[in-house]
């Protein structure tokens, strides 16, 4: 079994930066699956923030996130990250790692793993 623990959320200010980071452990591994970033607000469904694919090579964005998140992973520590620059208020939320381990997929149902979830609170 799959287990995703997130880190590295907080408070920051508007137009500061985050790294968040997913931790795998457990079998499949995480390096073998694509891996997603969604986020979520009290009152909304959970958005999807971007996905990349288990080589690294191939990431997707949202609409609303594109050119301020970058999602990268490091294969050999079985771990995926979320960069967060350039950060608004309406960033707020709690962000959740996912791995799909049947692929590349924008379907959030096809990913069977999920983590907790790490906060980031934006305040202006």
């Known amino acids: 079994q799959v287990q995703l623990v997130e880190s590295g959320g907080g408070l920051v200010q508007a137009g500061g930066s985050l790294r968040l980071s997913c931790a795998g452990s457990g079998r499949p591994s995480i390096s073998s699956c694509a891996a997603g970033w969604f986020r979520q607000t009290p009152g909304k469904e959970r958005e999807l923030v971007g996905i990349?694919?288990?080589?690294?090579?191939?990431?997707y964005y949202g609409d609303s996130v594109k050119g301020r998140f970058v999602i990268s992973r490091d294969n050999a520590k079985n771990t995926v990250y979320l960069q967060i620059d350039s950060l608004e208020v309406e960033d707020t939320a709690v962000y959740y790692c996912?791995?799909?381990?049947?692929?590349?997929?924008?379907?959030?149902?096809?990913?069977?793993?999920w983590g907790r979830g790490t906060q980031v609170t934006v305040s202006s």
């Open positions: 996912a791995a799909s381990p049947i692929g590349t997929t924008t379907t959030e149902s096809d990913f069977k793993y």
């Open positions: 990349i694919n288990w080589t690294g090579r191939s990431t």
